[in-house]
Every structure is written in C-alpha cells, then in structure tokens.
C-alpha cells in the first residue's frame, strides 16, 4: 500500500515466545484502546495483557508514554509483536501509537506519524498497515485534543476526514480504518464529513466508553470505515467490559490500575484476499 510521503518514525519490538504459533482462523479481532499514560504510574499489567490476549489479534494503543511500559506490557504478552511510533504532542506533552500483534496470526507493516506542517493535530496521528493470511489493512490510529473547546476538537476531527479522504485518493484499495479516542461523541457535527465521503461508524457512535465513578461515561471511542473499501468487516465494533471482566465491577479500580477507557473490538474476514 502507497502511503503519504514521509519518514518512518517507528520502532519495532520483538519477543520470543513460550508457545507455540496460534494456528491461522478465518477471522481476525481488531481493536483500539487508550492505556491511560501507559509506564506512568502503577499499571496492572498482567490484568491488561490478560484482555488483550482474550479479546484481540491486533490492537491499537493510544497513550503509550514511554517504551518501559510498553516493554512491561509485552513480558505478559508471550508471542506478540509490537511497533512503537515517533513521539506526537507539543508544548511538553508527548505521547506514543502503539501497534501489538499475535505472532502467526497478523504481521505489522509500515508504521508511520503523518506530517503535520501546518500544525493541525494537536498530536498528529499516526498510519499502520497490517496483514493476515489473506486480507491487508492499515489503521490510522488518532488521539484527538481534548482540551476546554468542543470546537478544537471538531477541526481536528474534520481534519481527519480530508486525512483518510487523501489516503482513499492514494491507494487503489483504499483500505484505511480510522481508530482511536476523539473525545467526541458521534452525535457531533463534525462526524458529518465522514459520512459526506461515504465513511461510516463501525461502533454505534454512542456506546460510553470512558470510565466514571460508577459508570461508563462519554462515547469518545470510535471505529470508522469504509464499507466498500473495507469488505472484509464482518462484526461491527463492540465495547469490552473491562470493569465487569477484569475489576470485579469497580470502575474506580479499573481507573488506577488499568486504564480510564474501556476498548472496542470489532471483526475482519480473513478467509480470502480482500484485493
């Protein structure tokens, strides 16, 4: 796949694994999550890789402060690959994309943070191309601004439309899923430029899935596709109920120790090529 001109900004992290390969399926589980400031503070990180090894094939994680964590995460994690991207953020934030992959199952490609001359994004986000045994695809993965305006938020998120529109332009697939945390219900506004070049929500739009005190909150988590680039979808994005299936129903436990997000998973067809 032809991706925007730019310089690979991506480190590539690799373990041995204790078991043998995971026999191929027709099916692959995708995912995104945001790791609240992954190698910050106290992390669970056994309870964290037990979701992503019961849940995921593939999975996109935004807030990945630094490779400790992410290198912390993996010793739980035998048998998966990982990719690390460049740095994005400003004005003394910085955070990280990752990729983790199961090994025999899915292969991560090219993995690249997207210029931002013109200084769009808050933190700029990021393409990652992957393969399984017949189809490929590549995740853009985003962590919109969040900050005290709806209104930087939605150009940022419009900014994302035109991001994935030129991609579509460059690719005679076109196969390009945007995930990640926009900090915005699909309610907004902004989401109309999605639909306008014939995007759609893999999630509902609406699921809360950010982690109050006592219940989940605001829908900031979203997959969005395009179904006719991307035939292969076959099981729309769902939420995992972390808090249920791992915290012993505590939404504050599950805020310190694993994250202030819960993740989205959805489903692509593996059993033939998709080209």
């Known amino acids: 796949m032809k991706l925007l001109a730019t310089a690979l900004l991506s480190l590539t992290l690799t373990f041995t694994p204790h078991t043998h390969a995971t026999e191929h399926a027709p099916a692959i589980r995708v995912g995104t999550w945001n790791v609240k400031r992954l190698g910050h503070g106290r992390k669970d990180y056994e309870s964290m890789a037990r979701v992503i090894e019961a849940n995921f094939d593939a999975v996109a994680l935004q807030e990945v402060m630094n490779e400790t964590g992410l290198v912390e995460l993996l010793e739980h994690l035998p048998g998966w690959d990982a990719s690390l991207s460049g740095r994005v953020g400003k004005d003394g934030y910085y955070e ?14 090219r993995f690249s943070v997207v210029p931002d001359p013109t200084d769009v994004w808050l933190r700029e986000p990021a393409v990652a191309c992957l393969r399984g045994s017949h189809v490929d695809f590549c995740l853009v993965i985003t962590h919109t601004v969040y900050g005290s305006s709806l209104s930087a938020r939605d150009r ?18 076109g196969d ?56 292969e979808m076959q099981r729309k994005a769902e939420r995992i109920d972390v808090v249920r299936s791992t915290c012993r129903g505590s939404f504050t436990g599950c805020r310190e120790l694993i994250s202030d997000h819960a993740p989205l998973t959805f489903t692509l067809d593996d059993s033939r090529d998709d080209d």
Do not use: C, W
């Open 156 to 173: 940022e998120i419009t900014a994302l439309s035109r991001l994935m529109e030129q991609l579509r332009k460059n690719d005679r697939e």
């Open 176 to 231: 390009y899923i945007l995930v990640g945390d926009f900090n915005r219900s699909g309610r907004a506004k902004s989401f109309t430029s999605f639909s306008n070049i014939g995007y759609t929500f893999a999630d509902s739009g609406t699921t809360p899935t950010t982690l109050g005190e006592k219940n989940y909150a605001s829908p900031y988590d979203h997959v969005i596709y395009d179904p006719i680039a991307t035939r």
């Open 96 to 109: 990280r994309y990752s990729v983790l992959a199961r090994r025999g199952k899915v292969s991560i490609g």
